[in-house]
T-cell receptor, first 113, second 112 residues
Framework: DGGITQSPKYLFRKEGQNVTLSCEQN?????MYWYRQDPGQGLRLIYY???????QKGDIAEGYSVSREKKESFPLTVTSAQKNPTAFYLC????????????FGEGSRLTVL | GEDVEQSLFLSVREGDSSVINCTYT??????LYWYKQEPGAGLQLLTY?????DMKQDQRLTVLLNKKDKHLSLRIADTQTGDSAIYFC????????????FGAGTRLAVHP
């Protein structure tokens, strides 16, 4: 079955550590996205990539970094510069059609201790 | 600017209809979407509507779009306990990179 796989599902981090969240898709989609979700707030865009070897900052990119070396993979690194990293992180890819709907992974919950 | 607003909570009785409302600001939005999120999971696309449509029906789901008022609603007929979740409205940004702008989500609670 095609889909988006995020790992790990739960992650604990000490302050000052960088962590990397994995996102893999086998849908053959070009565009991929990282969103952050906090309670009572909508999803906020961190980074997006429209094609391999290219990515752009979203609305809240500070303290995060990404890479897009392969079409299937779009990992997100939460750096120690991110002041409030505890959140639920969602990766998505976009269907290459006029409808342009996003398909989401199951999310990764990061908790900073 | 771009903004999507939803009420945060809705409580309905099992078997009744649920209506979740959403307002948006980008008048040039081409597509609007409804997503469902169950606890601890990702978002699942329920349905979408193109901006030149007024209504779309898909089994128990009815989407109404009032483009003049920039108002979108999702009606769930015969609401079941399995419909308890958070429902997100989203509009597709008219800019160059197809960004989706999401509302904060409406938590639907279905009680017996």
């Amino acid at each position: 079955d095609g889909g988006i796989t995020q790992s790990p599902k739960y992650l604990f981090r000490k302050e000052g550590q960088n962590v990397t969240l994995s996102c893999e898709q086998n849908l053959n989609h070009d565009a991929m996205y990282w969103y952050r979700q906090d309670p009572g707030q909508g999803l906020r865009l961190i980074y997006y990539s429209q094609i391999v070897n290219d990515f752009q900052k979203g609305d809240i990119a500070e303290g995060y970094s990404v890479s897009r070396e392969k079409k299937e993979s779009f990992p997100l690194t939460v750096t120690s510069a991110q002041k409030n990293p505890t959140a639920f992180y969602l990766c998505a890819s976009r269907r290459p059609a006029n409808t342009g709907e996003l398909f989401f992974g199951e999310g990764s919950r990061l908790t900073v201790l | 600017g771009e903004d999507v607003e939803q009420s945060l909570f809705l409580s309905v009785r099992e078997g009744d209809s649920s209506v979740i409302n959403c307002t948006y600001t980008d008048s040039s939005s081409t597509y609007l979407y409804w997503y469902k999120q169950e606890p601890g999971a990702g978002l699942q696309l329920l349905t979408y509507i193109f901006s030149n449509m007024d209504m779309k029906q898909d089994q128990r789901l009815t989407v109404l779009l009032n483009k003049k008022d920039k108002h979108l609603s999702l009606r769930i007929a015969d609401t079941q306990t399995g419909d308890s979740a958070i429902y997100f409205c989203a509009e597709r940004n008219s800019g160059g990179y197809n960004k989706l702008i999401f509302g904060a989500g409406t938590r639907l609670a279905v009680h017996p």
